[in-house]
């Protein structure tokens, strides 16, 4: 068996952050009221900022297989094109559709040729 090694791990992460205070301002409210919850789990959970894959009109900038494939781009450079991949691996428990699958959506998105493609979606 030949070895292999992980040399470089990229992350993307869509538009810019939004603050727990803007949060219902990008999402909006549930029944034109404010979250009685909301500050109870946001203190609890402790995150302060997230990052959404939609516009200030709710429209979707990216779904899921084009964020990986943002991800995958970044791990690019000049010492390695996205033409060098040989294996697309995917998870997610969220695909964007059952078919193609994500991975096959993944390698759609990089229009890097020919590659061996795997799907893992639950």
């Given at each position: 068996m030949k070895d292999v090694y992980i040399t470089r791990v990229a992350k993307f992460l869509p538009n810019e952050p939004v603050s727990n205070?803007?949060?219902?301002?990008?999402?909006?409210?549930?029944?034109?009221?404010?979250?009685?919850?909301?500050?109870?789990?946001?203190?609890?959970?402790?995150?302060t900022t997230?990052?959404?894959?939609?516009?200030?009109?709710?429209?979707?900038?990216?779904?899921?297989?084009?964020?990986?494939?943002?991800?995958?781009?970044?791990?690019?450079?000049?010492?390695f094109k996205s033409e060098h991949i040989e294996l697309i691996s995917c998870g997610t428990s969220s695909p964007d559709q059952i078919l193609p699958s994500h991975a096959a959506m993944v390698h759609g998105f990089l229009q890097n040729g020919n590659v061996e493609v795997k799907s893992a979606s639950r």
């Open positions: 205070d803007e949060m219902e301002e990008k999402l909006g409210v549930i029944n034109g009221a404010e979250s009685k919850a909301r500050r109870i789990v946001l203190r609890n959970n402790q995150i997230r990052y959404y894959a939609i516009d200030q009109d709710g429209n979707v900038t990216h779904n899921n297989a084009q964020l990986a494939k943002e991800a995958i781009s970044l791990l690019c450079d000049d010492s």
